[in-house]
């Protein structure tokens, strides 16, 4: 299947791919989901934030991180010194995945998203980058950062790295999407940390919470 690409439209702004998204039917997650949760913010923006799919919260709402880890994040990126405002947020899949909701439970258990369907959403996420043309995209967490680089991609052990692409040169499953409507010289820079949702999990959140402001604050330093 070819996922999403038949669904983006190869021109317009962030507001067009927007309603285009809300009929895409790219993989089987429109099916039980709410609705497409498309990515939000200014564009162009210097920074682009890449979570991983909308929550329980995200989906009733139609806004990416406005649930428990979207708080999270956003006193994250407050202690770090990033002004979220300015910042394009979105997530490397747009529709929310769930389990099987089971009696007496009011919040939906969010299941992640497995190859295919990563796969299948990446032209969206593509086509954000290039009307947003961001200078840093951070990821949050292993699955924002395999749908960019790749699946090998492993969070452990590229966090708080900045990442520089030589100039010319694209994250190399952006580049292989779709339009090549890019408009800059695709010089762009990536930093990886964990996703809010693990700190929320973490055992010791206080650390974790710790870890992932460091990290964003390698950003911050970066952005000046
Ligand atoms: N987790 C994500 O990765 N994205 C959201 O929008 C909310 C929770
Ligand atoms: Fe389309 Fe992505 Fe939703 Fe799948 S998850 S239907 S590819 S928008």
Redesign the pocket.
């Given at each position: 299947s070819e996922g999403a690409l038949p669904y983006v439209p190869a021109r317009g702004g962030i507001p067009v791919l927007r309603r285009a998204a809300a009929d895409c039917r790219g993989c089987p997650l429109y099916a039980d989901a709410t609705r497409t949760?498309f990515g939000a913010g200014p564009a162009p923006a210097r920074l682009m934030l890449?979570?991983?799919?909308?929550?329980d919260?995200?989906d009733r709402a139609g806004?990416?991180?406005?649930?428990?880890?979207?708080r999270l994040?956003h006193s994250a990126l407050g202690k770090a010194g990033i002004d979220a405002e300015q910042a394009y947020?979105?997530?490397?899949v747009k529709h929310f995945k769930f389990a099987p909701v089971t009696e007496g439970r009011k919040r939906r258990i969010?299941k992640a998203p497995n190859l295919g369907e990563l796969t299948a959403c990446r032209p969206w996420l593509a086509a954000e980058v290039r009307r947003v043309r961001p200078e840093l995209i951070v990821a949050?967490?292993a699955?924002?950062g395999k749908s960019l680089l790749g699946n090998s991609f492993k969070v452990t052990e590229a966090r708080g790295a900045l990442l520089s692409l030589a100039p010319g040169t694209e994250l190399p499953l952006v580049a292989g999407e779709g339009d090549g409507d890019d408009g800059g010289d695709g010089h762009r820079h990536f930093l990886a940390t964990v996703?809010?949702?693990a700190v929320l999990r973490a055992t010791n959140r206080d650390e974790a919470f710790e870890g992932l402001v460091a990290d964003l604050r390698v950003a911050s330093g970066f952005l000046g």
């Amino acid at each position: 299947s070819e996922g999403a690409l038949p669904y983006v439209p190869a021109r317009g702004g962030i507001p067009v791919l927007r309603r285009a998204a809300a009929d895409c039917r790219g993989c089987p997650l429109y099916a039980d989901a709410t609705r497409t949760v498309f990515g939000a913010g200014p564009a162009p923006a210097r920074l682009m934030l890449v979570g991983e799919q909308p929550g329980d919260q995200e989906d009733r709402a139609g806004e990416p991180f406005v649930g428990p880890a979207g708080r999270l994040l956003h006193s994250a990126l407050g202690k770090a010194g990033i002004d979220a405002e300015q910042a394009y947020v979105t997530n490397a899949v747009k529709h929310f995945k769930f389990a099987p909701v089971t009696e007496g439970r009011k919040r939906r258990i969010h299941k992640a998203p497995n190859l295919g369907e990563l796969t299948a959403c990446r032209p969206w996420l593509a086509a954000e980058v290039r009307r947003v043309r961001p200078e840093l995209i951070v990821a949050l967490g292993a699955t924002a950062g395999k749908s960019l680089l790749g699946n090998s991609f492993k969070v452990t052990e590229a966090r708080g790295a900045l990442l520089s692409l030589a100039p010319g040169t694209e994250l190399p499953l952006v580049a292989g999407e779709g339009d090549g409507d890019d408009g800059g010289d695709g010089h762009r820079h990536f930093l990886a940390t964990v996703h809010p949702s693990a700190v929320l999990r973490a055992t010791n959140r206080d650390e974790a919470f710790e870890g992932l402001v460091a990290d964003l604050r390698v950003a911050s330093g970066f952005l000046g």
